[in-house]
């Protein structure tokens, strides 16, 4: 059994930047591929990031890509998100996952394990 607590989160101005970590707790970090997704009200979830377990894969979507990062440190079993050139549209609750299968899962595999959720709110 693996339990995940994000931190990070806040609220910041357009522009801005914010990181957000993913805390595992348990066996097996490295064995799992780390997932980011977020969610805004009224809105679905959507799958932002993802690392392979050794970091030799990685996925952006569209939205994100150029300005978030992903990266993990599997000695600390941690990922992170990186998140710069926030904009208003990025404000959501955001989530880390872990799912067995690898970064292409992740699309469309429902995770194994999921994090509580930080809020990320981005003000104009």
């Known amino acids: 059994q693996v339990q995940l607590v994000e931190s990070g989160g806040g609220w910041v101005q357009t522009g801005g930047s914010l990181r957000l970590s993913c805390a595992a707790s348990?066996?097996?970090?490295?064995?799992?591929?780390v997932g980011w997704f977020r969610q805004a009200p009224g809105r679905e979830r959507e799958l932002v990031a993802g690392i392979s377990w050794n970091s030799g894969k990685i996925f952006y979507s569209d939205s994100v890509k150029g300005r978030f990062t992903i990266s993990r440190d599997n000695a600390k079993s941690t990922g992170y998100l990186h998140m710069n050139s926030l904009k208003p549209e990025d404000t959501a609750v955001y989530y880390c996952?872990?799912?067995?299968?690898?970064?292409?899962?992740?699309?469309?595999?429902?995770?194994?394990?999921w994090g509580l959720g930080t809020q990320v709110t981005v003000s104009s």
């Open positions: 348990g066996r097996g970090f490295m064995s799992y591929a």
């Open positions: 996952a872990l799912e067995l299968n690898g970064v292409a899962a992740l699309e469309h595999d429902e995770p194994e394990y």
